[in-house]
């Protein structure tokens, strides 16, 4: 699987949008952009993921560069709640649930 | 989705016992995964738990020290032997969604502190 790499930390302000970059330079055609989040003290939750396209739900949305070397997650509205630590994860097609974490973006939503 | 189940929730335990965590799902899953959450970083993955068959661990990790058990599709256990006080740490059982490409669901963790 391809190795990410994330800024350590970010800071946002309530109720604007929080844009947390990632690289992936070394993705492969078949491998998939996953994020999750983990709030202090409880398992990681799944946010998004996607292969080449854009994606959106109720969460987030997920942009995806044309050469797939980096993705953006895109959080519109951020709340206090939001603030986690949060992870992006580049697995290969036959992914049935196995993940390799790096060291994730702390984002601090601030009031 | 999976709802997960983790018992216990936390421990303390003293150096040199050991410690089976329990992590039950509400549906039939293939894979089950074990991570490890030291203080202040980010998970690990320890072993992938299969029904019928022994785990397959990740680099670092050893049954001796981490033995796991799945004898259905819907629990796993996994003992923390021997314990030290380096083995303090969160441990988390997760499993896939089905088929590929699909989320994985998280238990709660059970955050162990050893003495």
């Known amino acids: 699987d391809a190795k990410t790499t994330q800024p350590t930390s970010m800071d946002c302000a309530e109720g604007r949008a929080a844009n947390l970059p990632c690289n992936h330079s070394?993705?492969?055609?078949?491998?998939?952009v996953y994020w999750y989040r983990q709030i202090h003290s409880q398992g990681p939750q799944y946010i998004i993921h996607?292969?080449?396209n854009n994606e959106t739900n109720e969460m987030a949305s997920l942009i995806i560069t044309e050469d797939r070397k980096s993705s953006t997650l895109i959080l519109p509205h951020a709340t206090l709640r939001d603030t986690a630590v949060y992870y992006c994860?580049?697995?290969?097609?036959?992914?049935?649930?196995?993940?390799?974490f790096g060291q994730g973006t702390t984002l601090q939503v601030k009031p | 989705s999976a709802v997960i189940s983790q018992k216990p929730s936390r421990d303390i335990c003293q150096r040199g016992t050991s410690l089976t965590i329990q992590c039950q799902v509400d549906?039939?899953?293939?894979?089950m995964f074990w991570y490890r959450q030291q203080p202040g970083q980010s998970l690990t993955l320890i072993a992938t738990?299969?029904?019928?068959?022994?785990?397959?661990?990740e680099s670092g990790f050893v049954i001796d020290k981490f033995p796991i058990s799945r004898p259905n599709l819907t629990f796993s256990t996994l003992t923390v032997s021997n314990m030290s006080p380096e083995d303090s740490s969160i441990y988390l059982c997760?499993?896939?969604?089905?088929?590929?490409?699909?989320?994985?669901?998280f238990g709660q963790g059970t955050r162990l502190t050893v003495v």
């Open positions: 997760s499993v896939g969604g089905s088929g590929f490409n699909t989320e994985a669901f």
């Open positions: 070394t993705i492969s055609g078949n491998e998939y």
């Open positions: 738990a299969n029904q019928g068959s022994e785990a397959t661990y």
């Open positions: 996607g292969l080449k």
């Open positions: 994860i580049v697995s290969g097609s036959s992914n049935t649930g196995k993940l390799i």
């Open positions: 549906s039939q899953v293939t894979m």
